[in-house]
């Protein structure tokens, strides 16, 4: 292993052990000073890792992991999608870039990855969920309101699903109108 190699190995497990634990954390986030500090110096961490080893799509993810916890959505964004660009074939980016673009309210973008996540694992109730809520976001209710269902057949006791549809009926309905921004979903 060249010297190079070896800098992008330490640097990037360092990264991990810093920004790592924001895999598990979904938009919007709310974190300690503390913990906020770690995922900016992991965020650096990555960026040389980046510099070092341009197609590294896992080192990719986890900067928009952590951008995500640090609420930049389009930093998430634009991380997410150079990941994917690598590694098209991974249902975990094409979600979490659908979740980065819902958040930056780019809607058509969100619509696309989320359906490419759907694509790539359709036995995946939550990402057919996700696929619900860009569509809502979107405008678009009625197609919303299939794939809640399908998700919810799949798995009837999500929460999740279940708070989204219970959304969508309340649009379809006319009883509160329809959110175009994430903000707008539960208040």
Known sequence: MDSTSAEHNRLYERAVELAGFTAKLVPPIRLSWLAKWKVRRGIKLLERVVEIKPDNWAALWVMGKAYQATNESAKALQSFERSFAINP????????????????????????????????????????????????????????????EQALAADPTDRVTLAVRKIIDQVISGARPCPSRTRELFS
């Open 89 to 148: 074939q991974h249902a975990d980016i094409a979600r979490e870039a659908s979740i980065s673009a819902m958040e930056c309210d780019r809607l058509d973008a969100a619509i696309q990855f989320a359906q490419r996540a759907v694509q790539l694992r359709l036995d995946d109730p939550g990402l057919r969920a996700n696929l619900a809520l860009a569509l809502l976001l979107s405008q678009d209710p009625r197609a919303a309101k299939i794939h809640v």
